[in-house]
């Protein structure tokens, strides 16, 4: 891809690209660093120039990574592999995969990996998936429970090892919330805990006023623009104009809701924050609120507000909400199966790294990670790397190597290992 764009350019074109990759940006004649942080933490320029004069920019959150200043930490030792905890795929043929058996080692950090169309989401999302629903039932979450029906040739795999799997979990990139009202603090389900400390307030007691009242989905909602905040006008030709609400001000909530504040603040200012602030905000009130923002926050999404609108959340941003809300309720269990889709897409260096961390943790507790990735910072921290190819489409679909990124590097027939760190 990079050599096809220094082409684009060598004729005379301008090539823009919002990248985190480190090859990309090393190969880039001119960088704009924003930052230094997300959210309201972010929003300014940091730097412009080469990338000799980009790595020794102090201000950078990326920069360092990028000199001996601050190194990515690649995994040194791996966790062994116990024979008796094996998840075993037989006759995989769906799409490009050519009838094959993959041996899934449990108890460790699973790393899937492969060119693109090398056929892993076709092993991961489109056969091992349904396989787990179907035979763990409740006990594998797929997304926001949606079912993940088997196609035809999938019926002919067999999965085996499944009794090592006390539950199982399925963390992909779809977005968050169904409604037109969903966004985190809903999902995360900690908005039912919010409305609970609004109605206990002594004022909200005193007019006799229920949780129902501080959601726009139910009493709170502004009767004129449903919740809302903003009224829509179609102008023609298939265009909208978006009028803020006069009614409720844009709050989406009515006015009763609105005079009621918990040390200060109403509803709708709860919902403006950050999880940063909100985690301060709400420490000592709220255990259960309290975890939720804390998981969220290590997972590298304490930017985010509470009541930002599930559209404008990214499928990576998404991934991480889902991780947060089912680490935060608690399951110290062992035997949890965790699978993410590409958890580092749309990731910094430095997000990428305290995700790693968390998911480190989950596995020294005694909990199993497959990780179906393309960042070779990701996959050298994995303890067991599965190879497919050799190219995409008719030219993959079989395992071309496994094994510790140690080994995969030392494989000759491994064209990802060329790129371990």
Known sequence: LISIIEKLIMRGNTVIAVEHDENFIRNADYIID???????????????????????????????????????????????INPD???????????????????????????????????????????????????????????????????????????????????????????????????????????????????????????????????????????????????????????????????????????????????????????DFTVDEAYVFFQGKDKKIESILKTLIRTGMGYIKLGQKTPTISGGESQRIKLAKELSKGHNAKNTLYILDEPTTGLSFHDSEKLMTLLQELVDVGNSVIITEHDPYILSNCDYIIELGPGGGRDGGIVVSEGTPSELRQNNNSIIGRYLK
């Open 85 to 271: 905890m094996m998840l075993i795929i037989e006759n995989a043929s769906i799409h490009n995969l050519n009838n094959i058996t993959v041996n899934i080692p449990l108890g460790l950090m699973v790393g899937v990996a492969g060119v693109s169309g090398s056929g892993k989401s076709s092993l991961i999302t489109d056969t091992l998936v349904p396989k787990l629903k179907g035979l763990l039932k409740s006990k594998c979450i797929v997304g926001d429970n949606e079912e993940k029906q088997e196609d035809e040739s999938v019926k002919g795999c067999i999965l085996k090892g499944t009794t090592n799997i006390k539950r199982c979990l399925i963390i992909d990139q779809k977005p968050i919330g169904r409604s037109r009202t969903s966004c985190p603090a809903t999902y995360t389900q900690m908005f039912d805990q919010i409305r609970d400390l609004f109605a206990a307030t002594q004022d909200a007691v005193k007019n006799g006023y229920t949780s129902g009242l501080f959601t726009v989905n139910s009493k709170g909602g502004c009767k004129v623009c449903k919740g809302d905040g903003i009224i829509r006008y179609h102008v023609g030709f298939g265009n909208f104009l978006d009028i803020e609400c006069e009614t409720c001000g844009g709050s989406g909530f009515v006015a009763e809701a609105m005079e009621i504040t918990l040390e200060g603040k109403n509803i709708k200012d709860i919902l």
């Open 34 to 80: 924003l930052g230094p942080l997300a959210g309201i933490g972010g929003g300014r320029r940091i730097f412009q120039g080469s990338i000799d004069e980009f790595i020794m920019c102090e201000e950078s959150m990326t920069a360092p990574y990028l000199s001996d200043r601050k190194a990515f930490p690649v995994k040194r030792t791996y966790k062994p």
